[in-house]
């Protein structure tokens, strides 16, 4: 998934730990299969490949997390969109070798494919088509934390009442530490990525955080998150770091990036719609806003 992930269970003894952390993994890489673009037999480029030409039959979980993301889409207004794999390579590309930006009109020109509304799904058959040629899905802002989730659910109906899975900073985690102590995360600064601006305690929640210090490209001294705002084609601007605490992993990895793209206000109000869900926003200027009901330590 071009991610580490980190699997801490509390156990009876190394073994069993070892044991469980296996299965965890095996399901992690079952995950990977299914919804990786970089194997050529996987489902995801078998819809892509036949986008424009015909509906592809997938497996029902496939389908379901297909389903969940077209919703995602629907109350963020578009902001998460997994339709966002037409913008290739050539047009961002973050690493050493982008100089320049691209311009608007090039950019734009290549959003007119990104629209979840044209992922049409027949629950009768678990068919997926692409409508128009060229559209391509991903599951970059949402598969890690899908995957996160799923290795949990494994570990927990095996008995193992206790871990974290950290999917490069999407994690979740459940029941308490061997102390009896609930978990202490570390909420990334942005500026300086190992070390913690801030500390929750959680247990049974998921964060997840999507920040411009992941992935960028600086441009005459100014500095271009990976974040792409789906109807523009450009990045973001004015937002360092999102954090999202959530009941579930996969819904705070979905949440993290769009939010980012809606901006501080528009962000902030409809997390505050959603029960459950939480925010830390931090902006260029190391200004923090923070959804209702979050205390910082």
């Known amino acids: 998934m071009g991610n580490n992930f980190t699997i801490t269970v509390v156990a009876e003894n190394e073994e069993i730990a070892n044991k469980n952390i296996?299965?965890?993994?095996?399901?992690?890489?079952?995950?990977?299969?299914?919804?990786?673009?970089?194997?050529?037999?996987?489902?995801?480029?078998?819809?892509?490949?036949?986008?424009?030409i015909e509906?592809?039959?997938?497996?029902?979980?496939?389908?379901?997390?297909?389903?969940?993301?077209?919703?995602?889409?629907g109350i963020t207004q578009g902001a998460f969109d997994i339709s966002y794999g037409s913008i290739d390579k050539s047009l961002w590309n973050f690493d050493k070798s982008m100089t320049q930006l691209p311009d608007a009109e090039t950019a734009l020109k290549m959003v007119h494919l990104i629209d979840y509304r044209n992922i049409i799904l027949n629950k009768e058959n678990t068919t997926v088509f692409l409508k128009e040629k060229g559209m391509r899905i991903g599951f970059g802002g949402i598969g890690k934390g899908y995957a996160a989730e799923m290795a949990k659910r494994i570990l927990i109906k095996n008995n193992i009442q206790s871990g974290i899975i950290n999917a490069s900073g999407d994690l979740c985690a459940w029941g308490l530490q061997p102390n009896g102590k609930k978990w202490t995360i570390g909420v990334a600064d942005p500026d300086s990525p190992n070390a913690a601006f801030s500390y929750m305690e959680i247990s049974n929640k998921a964060v997840a955080t999507s920040g411009n210090y992941e992935k960028f490209v600086t441009i005459n001294g100014k500095k271009y998150s990976h974040t792409i705002d789906p109807k523009t084609g450009l990045p973001i601007t004015g937002i360092k770091s999102v954090t999202i605490i959530a009941s579930n992993a996969e819904f705070?990895?979905?949440?993290?990036?769009?939010?980012?793209?809606?901006?501080?206000?528009?962000?902030?109000?409809?997390?505050?719609?959603?029960p459950d869900l939480y925010c830390i926003i931090i902006d260029d200027n190391n200004k923090i806003y923070t959804s209702k009901n979050i205390r910082l330590k």
Do not use: H
Not at 258 to 266: E, L, S
């Open 252 to 274: 705070a990895d979905a949440m993290a990036t769009p939010i980012a793209v809606m901006g501080i206000r528009a962000g902030l109000y409809l997390i505050d719609q959603i």
């Open 22 to 52: 296996e299965l965890a993994i095996e399901e992690i890489r079952r995950i990977e299969k299914l919804l990786t673009t970089y194997k050529e037999d996987s489902q995801t480029n078998l819809i892509n490949e036949n986008a424009g």
């Open 55 to 73: 509906p592809v039959k997938v497996d029902p979980e496939v389908f379901n997390l297909i389903e969940r993301a077209i919703g995602i889409s």
